[in-house]
């Protein structure tokens, strides 16, 4: 990764290091192109990518004609090639949508309608001893639902990482903890992107900014975006609710949201949410109990085991962003040339990100980008090696060959000191706990860091030769301690 530096001529700046952004950096990274990544967080995949419901929707929800259709039913048929090449995982669960109620079936023939006009494959209404037999933990009133075979789940935190660190291996240069201050336009078209860390020259800017999408364009005089925050809030069950559901379960959709659902999530919990709830704030990802008991809730009546006979281990809140326009923006602007938004990608914006990517390269060359395939690019990235993965044998190997990989650091998670290691060390290393627990898992177990959080602590600080008060949680102004009473104890943490 390169920090710093900034002031070079680039012939592409990408804003944005979430799924979309590093998505298209990657794709970028396939031309014979000087493009840069920039992300004002200190890690990718943070903002609207780090909290979501993480599942691959089949594509049949959106309106048909849409942006939103087309390019959620494209990037699905693209996902297992992808994750298989970034070394992500990804299972194809498919989904079902639930009908509790008689009066709820027609919804189920509209979306069966709405697939087939959007081209999407596998869909079927199925009842009864089928049903159950799918998903025998189903409300006993449920009546019918679709089947989406196409649909699935993975982690999007670590897909954008993966898609950062396969961007920067073939040549992106990855820009951590720089927002976008001002944007530079001569003679109608954008010239350079100011940032704290000096400025970034540029023939052509993908705005590809999340949330803060429209206030980007505003700096380069483009007015047509308008984002608004949608905050959805959902609970993690533990790894002992694993057998509650095989399959996403969804409730009949409305017009505002797929609904809150019930979902195995790549790494073995269950996941239930979100609700949804319009707000002004774009970084209120704050709880609320009210929000909490409507998760359950709603949950519940699609699982009844869902609430109460399993205590959830952690919950928290994402946030959507939703374009006045309702669709995805993915677009040149009409009022600066070289400028590319790509906005309003809300869910199935994971979905949809494959297939936003090689978009936006048409898009660039469609504006007059030059594009010389590398012959360098390289499209697979080593998965990060995983202790918790390995068999007995495997393990022993492991540790003969190196002790950290003996050294279990997250009891949960089974995570080692080899791992956490690795994830500093990594072509995006984690620069803060939060960034390391995203790579690792540690502190995503049933304690949620009591046991590891010290430990990491250590192990990062003498990795990074920094003292442990200057050591973040996930941003400038989040120190993990305030001051140390016993110094020598942090070396002991990581032993």
């Known amino acids: 990764m390169r920090q710093g530096n900034a002031g070079n001529k680039y012939d592409v700046v990408v804003v944005g290091g979430g799924i979309v952004g590093t998505m298209i950096a990657r794709e970028m990274s396939r031309y014979r192109l000087k493009v840069a990544l920039l992300e004002k967080e200190l890690d990718v995949g943070v903002g609207s990518t780090k909290a979501n419901s993480a ?36 299972a194809q669960t498919g989904s079902l949508v639930v009908a509790v109620e008689r009066e709820e079936i027609p919804a189920l023939e509209e979306l069966v309608e709405r697939g087939r006009l959007n081209g999407v494959r596998g869909l079927e209404v199925i009842n009864g001893d089928r049903l159950f037999l799918l998903e025998p933990n189903l409300n006993r009133a449920a009546v019918a639902a679709l089947h989406a075979t196409t649909a699935g789940i993975t982690c999007p935190f670590r897909l954008a990482i993966a898609a950062a660190e396969n961007a920067v291996t073939n040549g992106v240069a990855l820009y951590r903890g720089c927002p976008v201050t001002g944007v530079l336009v001569d003679r109608g078209a954008v ?14 800017l993908v705005n590809a900014a999340g949330l803060h999408a429209d206030e980007v364009a505003r700096l380069a005089g483009d007015d047509s975006l308008g984002i608004r925050p949608r905050r959805g809030e959902y609970h993690v069950l533990d790894k002992s609710a694993r057998a509650l559901v095989r399959t996403v379960v969804f409730p009949v959709p409305s017009k505002v949201s797929k609904g809150i659902i019930v979902a195995p999530t790549i790494d073995g919990n269950i996941i239930v949410g979100p609700n949804a709830e319009d707000i002004r704030d774009k970084e209120d990802t704050a709880t609320t109990a009210a929000g909490l008991r409507e998760v359950l809730a709603g ?30 923006v993915v677009t040149p602007s009409t009022t600066v040339r070289g400028l590319v938004n790509v906005a309003g990608i809300q869910s199935p914006g994971l979905s949809a990100a494959p297939a936003i990517a090689p978009l936006v390269v048409e898009i660039l060359r469609e504006m007059g980008l030059r594009t010389v395939p590398n012959p360098a690019f390289n499209p697979e990235r080593k998965p990060p090696w995983r202790f918790a993965g390995l068999c007995d044998a495997e393990r022993s190997a492991a540790v003969e060959r190196d002790r950290d990989c003996g050294h279990i650091v997250c009891r949960c998670e089974s995570v080692t000191r080899a791992e956490v290691l690795a994830a500093i060390r990594g072509p995006v290393g984690a620069l803060t706990l939060d960034g390391i627990k995203r790579r690792t898992r540690a502190g995503m177990g049933r304690c949620q860091g009591g046991f590891c959080t010290p430990r990491i602590l250590s192990i990062t600080a003498q990795e990074m030769g920094q003292a442990a008060e200057s050591l973040l949680k996930s941003e400038p102004g989040s120190p993990l301690v305030a001051g140390l009473t016993r110094p020598e104890a942090v070396a002991d943490w990581g032993d």
Request: proline letters at 8%; hydrophobic letters at 45%.
């Open 299 to 328: 949950a519940a009546r699609l699982v009844p085991a869902v609430d109460g006979a399993l205590p959830p281990i952690t919950q928290y809140s994402g946030l959507r962003a939703v374009e006045k326009g309702g669709d995805f």
């Open 55 to 90: 599942i691959v929707h089949a594509g049949f929800d959106a309106e048909p004609g849409t942006l939103k259709a087309s390019l959620n039913v494209k990037g699905t048929a693209l996902f297992p090639s992808v994750a298989e090449e970034l070394g992500v995982e990804f």
């Open 191 to 204: 010239r350079a992107v100011a940032t704290p860390l000096g400025e970034f020259g540029c023939d052509y």
